[in-house]
């Protein structure tokens, strides 16, 4: 394929998360609702909060630098350009000397930039609760990060190949290529999806109390535009994890050929995908209590346990 | 034999306890519990003759071949004693309220479910079926030991059952290991591969790898169950919580079938990859259950615990003796089974009735018991220093065989430390007992009434066995046990 | 059933039983581990199944229709009720923290898998992945019996052990003897009883839990 036309392919990917994020947020805050007995915001809600916020003004702490002001931004490029890394409808083969747009460590690279970055932004601030909230988005970063490597490289062993579009190629596109380790595989990622969306029992969304939130307690400062660049990150972040898990255990439904048809298609199995994977973080919202803090290694270890048996079944 | 007499051995013990369960008078359950040991010790005796002429019997899943005979006397012959000496410490444990009229037929009923599993367990020769029974004299042991009651005796009951079913749950593991490779011998046939003669007879054609692992998994797992040190830290609370006469039959006959079946094991082992790997595995264990009891037995409080740690000591030295190998080295641990299987009952009778008296444990409590109980106190202080491995005791035989057996393989190493721990565990058993036996009792003691006949009987009987064996080994018993060596050999 | 795909199922299962082993060794309350290990008789009986139809076995049928009975029904129903009656509270505490655990069990999975591989022709006796995932299952089992202090935990462990034994067994050949399975499965279950009936006891002459005892030393 020509380069631009990966390049386009790419970027058109990001575009469909772009704009299906903040209503993957606001199904999930819907059933919710509705799994508790109430009405509940409706679906748009998150797309109306977001231009609410881009038409606010920005305080800032007298403390707060330059820096305070550009995370926002940074955190909301690294978010898009991993949205751009990872297949959604499109599966292609890169060519040889390509540009490396689908490789896996690099979009775990730069979800964990993400969050470097937002954790500077809280403690640019000064305040103790964004100080408190980036240490233990933190260390939850560091108990989550080498559980997502292991994750991606359980697969990768048994393809050969760390790119995400080659990775999902040779899987296959039957529907069931889920073999044992895949199992623990996908029972280890289930966990991370907890803690990359920040959800119970890991982390509680929709609190504002201080010291009950992680990733809240990192946005506690900022307001306005910046508030909304990372709300969308936030969004965006979900929807990018979500996909990965799509494309690596069930890349069945995504098609090679850029016909409408199959564009269509495809984009309506992801639909379709991303909705299950919702419905799924909605009912375990709804079912447990959020962890304390000093039990989320525990929890974590879990999935870590699960991840390394995997890789160790593929390797053995 | 017209009547096939081995499925009933097993069975007369169950009949005898189910019995006891429809019966409350104390004078004819003690009756029923004698009558029905002596029935067993009878068959195990004609059993036994039949294997000397015929070699091997078999029914179904039991079998009994010369390997067996030892293991089977044991049981047979420390039933007796065990239901003599409890007729008389019964009367004591009602009157003073260790036992309750209500559960005696409960407690005859479960001895007597004990020794059916342990009679199973030796007469097995489907490998599942020792295991099953393994676990059943667990099961049922498990309840005896903690039959008081009291916080300690449940204490250690659990603690048994924990331990011991980890151990034979390895050794179940390691039986489906040996099954799977006599299957795969057979070409994926699963015919027989759990019967232990089909399987030693073919056991050259095993793979030794899997073997190896089996094996190992078969030691521990059994081990544990057999007092083998690191293993064997439910011994000292199990036996000692213990009643006394369910004492004398855990360390006289449980743990030495729990040995039986490391036999049976090492054989095949034998067969399919030499020698090395069980003998090796033999004196691991057993040098360290030595060197680990020894210093438990200088430092001791309890009087039980006393004797189950000098129990766990000489299960080491039969363990040693396999190590060793060659014909020496087998016989002599068969005898040393034998005849620690006789002394240990003794002496523990010894402690039981002791205990009764003073009221105590504490072994510095007990003093003087040669003057306020004669018999006793006689029977017990030789029990003791038969024990220690004196002559002319029979215990001391067995041990210079197994010595000699190291020596001649040249183990020579392991015969030093082994003495040396030998001569420590003398000392320190010779100073308790006679701290214990010598020097004048308490007043409250001295008058507590006459020795119960029965117990005296049973510890004279063990008493003899003891001393015969000792002073001249009767030629049936060398006869049973070197055929059962040649058979453990292949 | 063709044999690469009984091979396939048993590999599946492998992984599914090595995943509930994880949520016993993770579980921060009793009842999950309870629920975690009927979940995991439950998939033994689903291997017994499998491995019937594939060998024509028709013991197998029996075995895996007797162990969900009484494994993943019965004896949980069985912790459950002393876990009612003893009024316990229902927190696990391990004797080594819950991460230094998971690390030892992540090393006897990987020897587990080790060992496997070096035993050579007789692995093909032993259909799939049942053997190292068998061995490490019993492993782990009696590393929950020994790292944890509540009695009922232990008794979890040492089913989830039975569960390893039971799997490699299964899996060996045309799985093991009928009577010898079901003779394995009672004494499982007097076992279980005999525990229970210790637990209940204890508890109620003293307010301790009976792992906790530790008055006899030395």
Known sequence: MHPFEHIAIALGQMGLIVLLAPFTTGFIQKLKARLQCRTGASVWQPYRDLVKLLRKGTVQSDSASAIFRAVPVLVLAATLTAAALVPVVVVRQAPAGALPLGDAILLLSLLALARFLSAVGALDAGGAFGGMGASREMTVGVLVEPVLMLVVFSVAVSTGTTDLGELAARRGLAPLSLHAPDLLALFAMLVLLLAETGRIPVDNPDTHLELTMLHEGMLLEHSGPGLACLVLATHIKQLVVMALVAAVFFPAGMTASLAPVDLALALLVFAGKALLLAVFLALVESSYAKLRFFRLPQFLGVGFLTAFLALALRIL | ?490 | MSDALATTLIDDIGALLLFTMILILGAGQLYRAIYAVAAQSVFIGIAGAVLGAATGNPDLWVIAGITIAIKAIFLPWLLLRVVKRVGIRLEIEPVIPISVTLVIAAIIVVLSFYLAASLGTVRQAITGNALPVGVALMLLGVLVMVSRRKALTQMVGLFASENGIFFTAMAVSQGMPLIIEIGVILDVILGALVMGILVLRVRSSVDADIADLDQLRG
């Open chain 2, 1 to 490: 034999m017209t009547v096939d007499v081995l499925p009933i051995l097993p069975l007369v013990p169950v009949a005898t306890g189910l019995a006891m369960l429809a019966v409350k008078d104390r004078r004819l359950l003690a009756a029923i519990d004698l009558a029905g040991s002596l029935v067993v010790l009878a068959l195990v005796i004609a059993v036994a003759h039949s294997v000397g002429e015929e070699g091997s019997l078999s029914a179904g899943p039991l079998r009994a071949d010369a390997v067996t005979i030892p293991f089977l006397l044991l049981i047979g012959g420390l039933a007796v004693p065990t239901s003599l000496y409890t007729v008389g410490w019964m009367k004591g444990e009602l009157a003073s309220g260790g036992m309750k009229p209500g559960a005696l037929r409960f407690y005859y009923a479960l001895v007597h479910a004990f020794i059916a599993t342990m009679l199973v367990t030796v007469l097995a020769d489907n490998l599942g079926v020792l295991w099953i029974a393994m676990e059943g004299t667990t099961i049922t042991s498990a309840i005896l030991v903690g039959f008081h009651g009291h916080r300690d005796g449940l204490e250690a009951a659990w603690k048994y059952i924990i331990v011991t079913t980890i151990g034979i749950s390895l050794g179940l593991f390691g039986t489906v290991l040996i099954y799977a490779a006599a299957a795969a011998a057979q070409g994926g046939s699963p015919a027989g591969a759990m019967s232990w003669h089909v399987v030693s007879a073919m056991a050259d054609r095993l793979d030794p790898g899997i073997v190896r692992i089996g094996f190992i998994f078969v030691m521990v797992g059994y081990g544990t169950k057999a007092g083998l040190a690191p293993v064997h830290r439910w011994l000292p609370d199990a036996h000692s919580q213990a009643p006394t006469p369910v004492s004398a039959l855990l360390s006289g006959a449980l743990i030495k079938c729990a040995l039986y079946g490391i036999i049976r094991f090492h054989t095949i082992a034998r067969g399919a990859c030499g020698p090395e790997l069980s003998e090796d595995l033999f004196l691991l264990f057993g040098v360290a259950s030595v060197v680990v009891a020894t210093p438990f037995i200088l430092a001791q409080h309890d009087l039980k615990r006393l004797l189950a740690y000098s129990s766990v000591e000489h299960v080491g030295i039969a363990a040693l003796g396999l190590g060793f190998g060659g014909r020496i080295g087998t016989y002599g641990a068969l005898l040393h089974v034998v005849n620690h299987g006789v002394t240990k009952a003794l002496v523990f009778f010894g402690a039981g009735s002791a205990i009764g008296r003073y009221r105590s444990r504490d072994i510095t409590a007990i003093r003087g018991l040669l003057g306020a109980a004669p018999w006793i106190g006689t029977l017990f202080f030789l029990g003791t220093f038969a024990l220690a491995g004196l002559p002319p005791f029979s215990v001391f035989i067995s041990e210079l065989t197994v010595v000699r057996a190291g020596i001649g393989s040249g183990h020579v190493v392991s015969v030093g430390v082994v003495l040396l721990m030998l001569v420590v565990v003398f000392a320190g058993l010779m100073f308790h007992a006679g701290r214990m036996v010598f020097g004048s009792a308490p007043s409250s003691v001295a008058e507590r009434g006459p020795e119960p006949r029965t117990c005296v009987l049973a510890m004279l009987l063990c008493a003899a066995i003891m001393l015969l064996c000792g002073l001249l080994l009767p030629p049936v018993l060398d006869g049973i046990l070197a055929r059962a060596t040649e058979v453990i050999l292949g």
